[in-house]
């Protein structure tokens, strides 16, 4: 009877940990999706006084192109604020659904932005561990799309679907020309240049 009780443990253990598997492999994963290739950009440093890094255009863009989906993990916006918030550059990069629909997060867990967005999240254990062994990382370039200086014109628009976010050229682009897109009027420009 001892031996029949293990199995039924094991049994048991090895189901829940399944299922924690297949809930963290849905809501921690990276989301996001660049509908161009990589080689379409390069990141340099941006004509933006004190932007840091900008995307630019590597090929011509028409305009309508789709570029992509913003990458990130969603967070519900509360457990953004109590694990990111203050958090390296993590609100910089962030990007805010509207509606309360949480926070679209491609940084790492240190808040910095990398190349690639691996998923996971610190709210559960071993979380980025998993995602760092999965092939399933997707690029941050659109992570670098900075706002225009007051001497240029935003020429990349957005569209909220759902939990994600579709970014599409509003002009043609010329090779050699940064990306821009307008924040919004909530946007803190405190420490522009």
């Not at 863009?61 to 550059?89: I, M, N, Q, S």
Request: proline share 7%; glycine share 10%.
């Amino acid at each position: 009877m001892l031996m029949l009780h293990g199995w039924t443990l094991g049994l048991s253990l090895i189901s829940s940990l399944s299922t924690l598997s297949s809930l963290v492999l849905f809501f921690d994963r990276p989301r996001g999706e660049l509908l161009l290739p990589p080689s379409s950009f390069r990141v340099s440093t941006s004509c933006v006084p004190g932007a840091g890094l900008g995307l630019f255009a590597a090929s011509e863009l028409a305009a309508g192109a789709d570029l992509g989906y913003y990458p990130g993990v969603l967070l519900p916006t509360p457990a953004f604020v109590r694990t990111k918030r203050g958090v390296g550059d993590a609100e910089s990069y962030c990007w805010k659904l509207q509606g309360e629909r949480g926070v679209l997060d491609p940084t790492d867990e240190q808040g910095a932005l990398q190349e690639l967005c691996a998923g996971g999240t610190r709210t559960v254990p071993l979380s980025h561990a998993l995602f760092k062994l999965l092939p399933l990382s997707k690029p941050t370039l659109l992570c670098r799309i900075n706002e225009p200086p007051a001497s240029a014109a935003a020429n990349v628009d957005t569209e909220e679907e759902g939990d994600t976010v579709r970014f599409f050229v509003t002009k043609d682009v010329l090779p050699g020309e940064e990306l821009y897109l307008d924040y919004g009027a909530w946007y803190d420009r405190s420490g522009y240049h």
